[in-house]
T-cell receptor
C-alpha cells in the first residue's frame, strides 16, 4: 500500500528548541514536498525536492531546513522554532499523475 | 509567485443539487490537481489535468482544465452528503517545479 509516514503526529515544544519532523515514503517517488496549512491561508509549500541531494525553496522557507540524503526520506528541520511556526504540517510524495500526503503533524510552539 | 483563486469559499446545498467550484489564475500552469481533504487528514488526490481543454470524469465529478491552462472547474452532479468536505485545487508552476494551492472550497451537502 502506497504510504507517506510523518512523525510525530503531534508535538508541543518551546521556542528555540531544535526539532525534526520526519517523512518517509515507500513508493520511490522522486518529488517530495513539505507544506504548512494555516486557517485562512490554505496550504503553502515550504520546501520541495526533485531528487536525492536536490532541494529548493517553496513559498515560505524562512525558518526551515530540509535534507534529501536518500530517496525515501525528507525530514523537515526547525533549528530555532518560533510561535509563528505553530501550524499543521504535511509531507507529500508525488509524480506527474499521483500524489500522496502524510497524515499531518500538528506542531505547537510556545 | 502565481496565485490560485478558488470560489466559492463556502457552499452549502441540498442533496441532489448540482454545483460547480472554480479555480482561477492569471498565469499558466503545466498541470493542475484537485484534492479532497477530510478533517484531521492529509489531502487526497482526485485528479490531475495536464492538457488545455481536458475533461476528466470521476463518477459524479467532472473536472475541466481551461484551454489556456489558467483555470479549472470541478462540477458535481446530484451531490450526496458523502461529498461534504474541503476541496482544494493545486497547480504546478510553469517556470519551476513549485506547487501552489488554492485556499479551498468547503462544501456541505445537506440531507
Amino acid at each position: 500500500e502506497a504510504q507517506v509516514t510523518q512523525n510525530p503526529r503531534y508535538l508541543i515544544t518551546v521556542t528555540g528548541k531544535k526539532l525534526t519532523v520526519t517523512c518517509s515514503q515507500n513508493m520511490n517517488h522522486e518529488y517530495m514536498s513539505w507544506y504548512r496549512q494555516d486557517p485562512g491561508l490554505g496550504l503553502r509549500q515550504i520546501y520541495y525536492s526533485m531528487n536525492v541531494e536536490v532541494t529548493d525553496k517553496g513559498d515560505v522557507p524562512e525558518g526551515y531546513k530540509v535534507s534529501r540524503k536518500e530517496k525515501r526520506n525528507f525530514p523537515l528541520i526547525l533549528e530555532s522554532p518560533s510561535p509563528n511556526q505553530t501550524s499543521l504540517y504535511f509531507c507529500s510524495a508525488e509524480t506527474m499523475t499521483e500524489a500522496f500526503f502524510g497524515q499531518g503533524t500538528r506542531l505547537t510552539v510556545v | 509567485t502565481q496565485l490560485l483563486e478558488q470560489s466559492p469559499q463556502f457552499l452549502s446545498i441540498q442533496e441532489g443539487e448540482n454545483l460547480t467550484v472554480y479555480c482561477n489564475s492569471s498565469s499558466v500552469f503545466s498541470s493542475l490537481q484537485w484534492y479532497r481533504q477530510e478533517p484531521g487528514e492529509g489531502p487526497v488526490l482526485l485528479v490531475t489535468v495536464v492538457t488545455g481543454g481536458e475533461v476528466k470524469k470521476l463518477k459524479r465529478l467532472t473536472f475541466q482544465f481551461g484551454d489556456a491552462r489558467k483555470d479549472s472547474s470541478l462540477h458535481i452532479t446530484a451531490a450526496q452528503p458523502g461529498d461534504t468536505g474541503l476541496y482544494l485545487c493545486a497547480g504546478e508552476e510553469n517556470r519551476d517545479d513549485k506547487i501552489i494551492f488554492g485556499k479551498g472550497t468547503r462544501l456541505h451537502i445537506l440531507p
